[in-house]
Nanobody, 123 residues
Framework: QVQLVESGGGVVQAGGSLRLSCAASRRPITSYGMGWFRQAPGKEREFVAHIRRTFGTYYADSVKGRFTISRDNAKNTVDLQMNSLKPEDTALYYC?????????????????WGQGTQVTVAS
């Protein structure tokens, strides 16, 4: 099974940028649809972005136009470029993988998860 490790989190001022990376091991990410989710304290885990196993990217309305998900099959990584960050983007960000070919917007649809990386946006 694939193992996922996130990195790139940190503290940034509102309006700033961060780039999160999810490194996969044991299996190639070409076998998976990949997603990013986030969870703020006291809130449910929410969908952020999804990139399909073949092609196509999808975003939550709250991040559309600010975040970009991409995959580097040669490096076996999936990145999340986050621009124009807002304090409400503060959360623990998780990378997830699913072996299905369809769209995946719900956390329960993903089979494998990383441990998360913290993003804090200061106002």
């Amino acid at each position: 099974q694939v193992q996922l490790v996130e990195s790139g989190g940190g503290v940034v001022q509102a309006g700033g940028s961060l780039r999160l990376s999810c490194a996969a091991s044991r299996r190639p990410i070409t076998s998976y649809g990949m997603g990013w989710f986030r969870q703020a304290p006291g809130k449910e885990r929410e969908f952020v972005a999804h990139i399909r196993r073949t092609f196509g990217t999808y975003y939550a309305d709250s991040v559309k136009g600010r975040f970009t998900i991409s995959r580097d099959n040669a490096k076996n990584t999936v990145d999340l470029q986050m621009n124009s960050l807002k304090p409400e983007d503060t959360a623990l960000y998780y990378c997830a993988a699913d072996s299905g070919a369809g769209l995946r917007f719900k956390a329960y649809e993903y089979e494998y998860w990383g441990q998360g990386t913290q993003v804090t946006v200061a106002s």
